[in-house]
């Protein structure tokens, strides 16, 4: 029984459709990242999980009980649903561990306290129990907020981009320290982001999200290598499309030699673009070069090189023994990778 | 050290409106000093007790019953989607602009004995007497409450509905995961986050219920501010009434310090949630209609049933009622009430300003100064006025008296004896409001204002004042509807020949005849909807 | 440098100059029922009237503003603030003639400090339906047994009461004074509330059977036809009639110590006390005239001669302070 299954949802508002027949399942102590450009819908499609707002269409199912549909709405109460807000939403005028203690109102007081000792432990608060929320650091705040949405253990758990508000050099430290109780937890949650950085390094899968649908479902590695459509290519980092000619299963012929693909091509037609990423990429002198590069600047292990092809611009590093004469004419030398092959009409 | 010294210029000021809002009553108080307390002590000896129980109880009740109409009306037109929200979401504010000795008389015109309501029941039930069945009696304390109530519950209902409305929903949200209902959220995290609001919404309350005379009266419940015209008017005994007012500042000083006190723990600057914009709950089905008809309620008992009586009265007498100066008095009315805001907007900004940057303990004393007038009574606050000014006058006259210019009363005889009392009566309002909006500028705001160049003036006038806006609409809206509603202070302390509307109305009111004034008290109601009007626009802007 | 101030301030402030014409009135009666009177004055004379009203705080005001004050008159509804206009030594002497010919001696100050204007009478009204015409009653009685639950009056604090009770305390002493006013409270219908018109529509309603209230006020609801129903099923009586007399209230003038227009102050005294004004508050007020020989209105009139209570005002005067601390220790009205 899956955690979580989202059923051909829809939301619209102001008679906008935020949210488009989207599906979503998500598996037991899994950790799913929604991933999308701002208005993509992904923060609605929490709230819906949540039941803070009611979606027009579709089901939401959470371990395996309907909670929403044309006919049932279940308030967000009685759903038993941990979320931990962007800004944390502790309430100012409580302590940490009546933060803590706010969920567990169904425990006894005994019980109860060991419940809140328990996850002030496990979250590394136990000296700053008595303070309150505004006495504590950024980190802090976050921690208590996870130590409350996980203390009364909810089937679900729901995170609204938690760490945009925590300093870059502190980030992947806690990232990695909540992902660590999530899973110490056994819970599943969902995650929200804009950063594929912070989505690789927290979630076992990721759905990027397009306009108020998942574009597509996996696990890094998949999305990367076999992305089913320009936008999750896109998404996912810069590249540059470039004309190309299948000549069998394995590779594409383009105006830089031929390319052979480590997977299978998803494409049937012959005519169609790769869309290749700059570390696929190398830049060599070649008289007839039709690239041009704009700027070369050295950022410490190596050189990257902002060059023009087609209208399109990309910078493109190149190890510091691989110096190339920007004054000279340049090409691009394609290495042996998953190429991701697109056909026109995928593209226009 | 340039800034030290532009800071003294400040604390200057701040103590000056601090000391000149608050001589009147400094020479009431050194005034009482001077007599004997033969009548005072009379006065303990016999009903004072009973006063000073009386204010109490009425104090407690009006607060009471607005907490029990108003924060469930914040509650829902803050977080709740339900029919007709957008209306009544202004429209619960209208009951400010009303006279509580207009709703008063009305009410007691229509439940009292011979009233429509009772005579209609006395009819169907075929009682003969009073004695025959029990109805309750409306001039009473209890009845004194319900009206005044009615009144002064926007105050509540509009600071309350506005801090709901800065709360992040994200911590209602939160709680609502937790397995909270949202009456569970309601008690559990919008009621104390909301605290510092409620309380200072009920300082005002209560001291607004202090210095109502027009209504406790028509009711004949004794409270201090009767025993003080008694002692002052009857027994002609200034030291007593002095004295009567004395504890009645002590009252006053209790609520303010409550108020002080639930601010403390207020001074984190919460961040401004995104968009409040939808709703949180979503109500449906029964509990919508529930609460529209609450709603629609609470706007019929407080506002539409007394203003179509009114319009009643001013339709059937109406060419008793009619006068051509209505549009003079309506003019005059308006003209003082935008003086008076706007002087006390002014004042209030500076004195807080200065609250803020000042150093020590000291720094918050001018504010407090200045709002002690807040709750004396009308009449007592405009006898205080004139000490001093009378004073001044004389010594003015003295002055001069060698040119050929007699100032004679140019302070207490002219409109300016009326502003100066309205503004030390009415300051403590904008002060309150003021200050409540000023908690939520961070000061690292008035910091990066000075790192870059600028001085405490420009701090002011450049970053505070535009943060303020709504801050000070809403003090401004406040002060201008109870400056078109106040009336003693204007019936005595105006000069020859002026009249504002409220003291036409009362000529007829003080003969228990306002159907001859009806035309007035409508244009009294009217004028203020209009301020209601722009302010409440603003603010739906603003959200 | 006061000079140029002085200058400034003038051409500034625009003062309303005041003018030669004219004269300043505080005024402790409502405009509407003075004002038809000030009108046919200034229609006679020229001369311009001014008028701050109010109910409470005028004496205090004239007192505070010394004699810078604008006020030249002071119009009182009832004696006893007459009476502290004079004690606090706020008034000046109206020497006149023809205010000396036209009031008998009785209803202005033998010092000259202050003139009458109007009487009324602390009338008793009797349900025509419960009760009838009480011919016999006296104030006292109002203490009796008989009238157990069945008396309405405003609140006892109210100047025309106060002044009865300072005339009960002159005629009675103060120990049966309070005897009479612990048995009037115990025999009160309702708490003391509302005005002279609203116990005539108590007894009306069938609330209470008697209410006490000043004769002009059932004059004037004869008048109006919403409050004519009420005034209709009550009678009016004069109480002592067998003995002293019934209680009589006046309002009044004085001329203020610093009168600015003290001339024309005079002309307006004079103007009513004289026929045409004596006259209109007779024929619009329903007030008993001070002037002897100016006709009551038919109304008034229809309701018969009475005995008046003969002792000077002045002497009622002294006990109204008593009277108010009688008030606070039966508690009447609380």
């Known amino acids: 029984m899956s955690s979580l299954l989202l059923q051909n949802l829809s939301y619209k508002y102001d008679g906008q459709s935020v949210i488009k027949n989207l599906n979503l399942t998500v598996e037991p102590n899994e950790i799913v990242c929604l991933l999308g450009a701002s208005g993509c819908g992904k923060t609605t499609t929490l709230k819906a999980i949540a039941g803070l707002i009611q979606p027009q269409h579709g089901k939401v199912v959470i371990n395996g009980q309907c909670m929403s549909d044309e006919s049932l709405f279940v308030a967000p109460q009685h759903r038993n649903i941990g979320m931990m807000f962007q800004d944390y939403a502790l309430f100012p005028h409580l302590t940490v561990a009546q933060n803590i203690a706010f969920g567990l109102n169904k425990l006894d007081k005994s019980e109860r306290e ?57 980030r992947y430290q806690l990232i990695n320290d909540i992902r660590a109780i999530i899973k110490d937890q056994q819970v599943s949650a969902i995650f929200v982001s804009h950063s594929k950085d912070e989505a690789f390094a927290f979630s076992d899968k990721l759905a990027i999200m397009h306009e108020g649908q998942i574009a597509q479902l996996g696990c890094a590695k998949t999305l990367f290598q076999q992305p089913k459509n320009k936008v999750v290519a896109e998404f996912l980092g810069q590249g540059i499309y470039l004309d190309a000619t299948r000549y069998n299963g394995a590779g594409v012929t383009t105006d830089f030699g031929d390319v052979s693909s480590m997977v299978p091509l998803s494409q049937s037609q012959q005519q169609g673009k790769i869309f290749v990423r700059p570390q696929h990429l190398e830049l060599v002198n070649d008289p007839s070069g039709q690239v041009s590069v704009e700027q070369q600047r050295f950022v410490g292990t190596e050189y990257v090189y902002r060059v023009r092809f087609a209208e399109q611009l990309i910078e493109v590093p190149a190890p510091a023994d691989k110096v190339i004469d920007a004054n000279l004419p340049v090409s691009f030398k394609i290495k042996t990778h998953a190429v991701n092959f697109f056909s026109e009409q995928e593209l226009n | 050290m340039q800034a030290s010294s532009s800071l003294s210029k400040w604390q200057v000021f701040a103590w000056l409106i601090g000391m000149c809002l608050s001589a009147p009553l400094a020479f009431l108080i050194f005034e009482s000093l001077q007599g004997d307390s033969e009548v005072f002590t009379h006065l303990w000896n016999t009903v004072l007790w009973d006063y000073t129980s009386n204010t109490l109880l009425l104090i407690l009740g009006v607060i009471s019953l607005s907490c029990v109409i108003a924060l469930p009306l914040g509650w829902l037109t803050a977080y709740c989607q339900f029919p007709g929200r957008k209306v009544f979401e202004w429209a619960l504010m209208l009951p400010l602009a009303m006279p509580t000795y207009i709703i008063a008389y009305i009410y007691t015109d229509l439940l009292d004995y011979a009233g429509p309501v009772q005579v209609t029941l006395r009819e169907w039930f075929g009682w003969q007497s009073p004695n025959d069945y029990w109805f309750f009696d409306i001039r009473t304390l209890p009845g004194a409450i319900v009206m005044i109530a009615l009144v002064l519950y926007p105050y509540l209902y509009l600071i309350f509905k506005t801090a709901l409305r800065e709360q992040s929903f994200k911590l209602v949200q939160a709680s609502q995961l937790m397995g909270m209902s949202p009456l569970q959220s309601f008690f559990k995290v919008s009621l104390p986050l909301a605290r510092g609001a409620i309380v200072a919404a009920l300082a005002l309350i209560s001291m607004e219920t202090m210095a109502d005379f027009a209504t406790v009266h028509y009711f004949a419940v004794s409270t201090l501010t009767t025993a003080v015209y008694d002692t002052w008017l009857g027994y002609y005994s200034l030291t007593a009434a002095a004295k009567i007012s004395g504890i009645m500042l002590l009252f006053l000083f209790v609520s303010l310090m409550l108020e002080r006190l639930s601010r403390k723990n207020d001074t984190i600057h919460e961040r401004q949630s995104s968009v409040n914009d939808t709703a949180l709950y979503r109500l449906q089905g029964k509990s919508a209609w529930g609460a529209t008809a609450y709603c629609v309620a609470v706007l019929m008992i407080a506002f539409v049933l007394p203003v179509s009586i009114l319009a009643g009265y001013a339709i059937d007498y109406f060419d008793e009622a009619w006068n051509s100066q209505f549009f003079l008095y309506a003019w005059q009315s308006l003209k003082v009430s935008l003086w008076v805001s706007a002087i006390a907007i002014l004042l209030s900004v500076l004195v807080v300003f200065y609250q803020r940057i000042g150093e020590g303990k000291r720094k918050s004393v001018p504010g407090r100064f200045a709002s002690t007038g807040y709750a004396l009574p009308g009449t007592v606050l405009a006898i205080a006025v004139l000490l001093p000014l009378t004073l001044l006058d004389t010594k003015l006259n003295e002055w001069f008296a060698e040119t050929s210019f007699e100032p004679g009363l140019l302070l207490s005889g002219s409109i300016f004896a009326m502003i100066l009392a309205y503004v030390v009566r009415f300051y403590a309002i904008a002060h309150g409001a003021v200050e409540a909006s000023y908690v939520r500028i961070s000061p690292s705001l008035d910091m990066a204002s000075q790192s870059m160049g600028k001085g405490f003036f420009q701090t002011l006038t450049l970053v505070h004042f535009p943060l303020l806006r709504r801050g000070i609409l809403t003090a401004a809206l406040l002060v201008f509807i109870e400056c078109m509603k106040e009336l003693p202070a204007a019936l005595l302390l105006r000069p020859f020949n002026f009249e504002t509307l409220a003291t036409h109305v009362f000529q007829y009111v003080s003969d228990e005849q306002l159907e001859l004034a009806s035309v007035s008290a409508l244009f009294i109601v009217l004028v203020g909807l209009i301020p209601l009007y722009f302010v409440n626009r603003s603010m739906e802007q603003h959200n | 440098m006061k000079k140029a101030l002085a200058i400034v301030f003038t051409s500034l402030t625009c003062l309303p100059a005041l003018a030669a014409d004219e004269v300043n009135i505080y005024s402790f009666r409502q405009p509407f029922l003075i004002q038809p009177i000030l009108d046919d004055f200034t229609k006679q004379t020229g001369i311009k009237t001014n008028v701050v009203f109010a109910k409470k705080g005028l004496i205090e005001r004239v007192k505070r503003e010394g004699k810078h004050s604008r006020a030249d008159l002071v119009l009182t509804s009832n004696f006893s603030a007459l009476m502290q206009l004079d004690d606090l030594n706020l008034t000046q002497k109206i020497e006149s003639d023809v205010v000396t010919r036209n009031i008998p001696v009785a209803f202005r100050d033998p010092a000259g400090e202050w003139v009458a204007l109007t009487k009324r009478v602390r009338n008793v009204y009797s349900s025509k339906e419960r009760v009838g015409k009480l011919a016999d009653l006296g104030y006292e009685d109002l203490a009796s047994a008989t009238y157990k639950g069945k008396i309405c009056m405003r609140s006892g604090k109210h100047p025309y009461n106060l002044g009865l009770i300072a005339s009960m305390i002159a005629h009675h002493g103060e120990a049966d004074t309070k005897q009479w006013l612990e048995g009037v409270k115990s025999n009160l219908a309702r708490k003391p509330q509302g005005n002279d018109r609203a116990q005539v529509k108590a007894v009306k309603e069938g609330l209470c059977d008697v209410a006490l209230g000043n004769s002009y006020y059932f004059g004037k609801m004869l008048q109006d036809s919403k409050q004519k129903t009420w005034a209709d099923a009550v009678h009016i009586n004069f109480p002592n009639q067998t003995n002293r007399g019934a209680h009589l209230n006046v309002s009044g003038v004085v001329m203020t110590k610093y009168a600015k227009n003290p001339e024309n102050a005079l002309k307006l005294i004079e103007f009513m006390t004289d026929n045409k004004a004596q006259n209109m508050y007779a024929s619009m007020n329903m007030e008993y005239p001070v002037k002897p020989g100016v006709a009551l209105s038919n109304l008034v009139a229809s309701w018969g001669t009475f005995k008046e209570d003969a002792l000077p005002l002045s002497e009622i005067s002294k006990y109204r302070p008593l009277a108010l601390k009688l008030i606070d220790e039966v508690k009447f009205d609380l």
Do not use: C, W
Not at chain 1, 115 to 125: G, K, N, P, Y
Not at chain 1, 145 to 168: G, T
């Open chain 1, 114 to 170: 060991k419940r809140v000792d328990e996850m002030l432990e496990l979250v590394h608060l136990t000296n700053f129990r008595g303070r309150y929320p505004h006495e504590l650091s950024g980190g802090q705040q976050q921690r208590v907020a996870i130590a409350r949405a996980l203390a009364y253990r909810p089937n679900l758990l729901l995170l609204d981009e938690p760490f945009s508000n925590i300093d870059a050099q502190v």
